[in-house]
């Protein structure tokens, strides 16, 4: 939740980027020009649908956190850390040879993923060794000031 000095309030993670993205333009993390800005949308989706929801099925079905305010179903977490370990075998695949998600720019995409993948490690669910594009890709946005702040 983002409270304005106005006392107006913004809630979920994109707007409130969006909202700070239109009044500091720089640097663009929704990117610049139709493709760009296509393309950034497209990852982050991808990551919200193909990472966050499985992730979120092991959150709400094998943890004992959720275990009081859920029915949770054991197979159904098992099955979804499935679904997480074939993903970050996929996205490692599809970060060879690139900087960042979305290509050569951080965009709202990284920050998607560097949320679900510390979610998912919550999760017991890991980067693997032999998963090193994933691995670089971690450690080089995990290292950024704003990761820490």
Not at 97 to 104: H, M, R, S, V
Not at 123 to 138: D, G, M, T, V, Y
Request: hydrophobic letters at 40%; a negative charge.
């Amino acid at each position: 939740m983002l409270e304005l000095d106005e006392g107006r309030h913004l809630a979920e993670s994109v707007a409130i980027c969006r909202y700070f993205e239109l009044l500091h333009p720089e640097p663009a993390l929704f990117g610049k020009g139709a493709f760009e800005q296509a393309s950034v949308e497209m990852w982050n989706r991808r990551m919200e649908l193909a990472l966050f929801v499985p992730v979120g099925m092991v959150w709400g079905h094998s943890h004992e956190l959720t275990r009081a305010r859920i029915k949770q179903i054991p197979e159904m977490g098992e099955q979804s850390r499935k679904v997480v370990e074939q993903r970050y075998q996929w996205l490692d695949r599809e970060l060879e040879g690139k900087q960042f998600i979305a290509g050569d720019k951080y965009s709202i995409a990284d920050i998607t993923a560097m949320v679900v993948v510390d979610f998912a490690k919550f999760n017991n669910i890991s980067i693997q060794p032999e998963q090193k594009n994933l691995a670089r890709w971690h450690q080089a946005v995990s290292s950024r000031p704003s990761a820490t702040a």
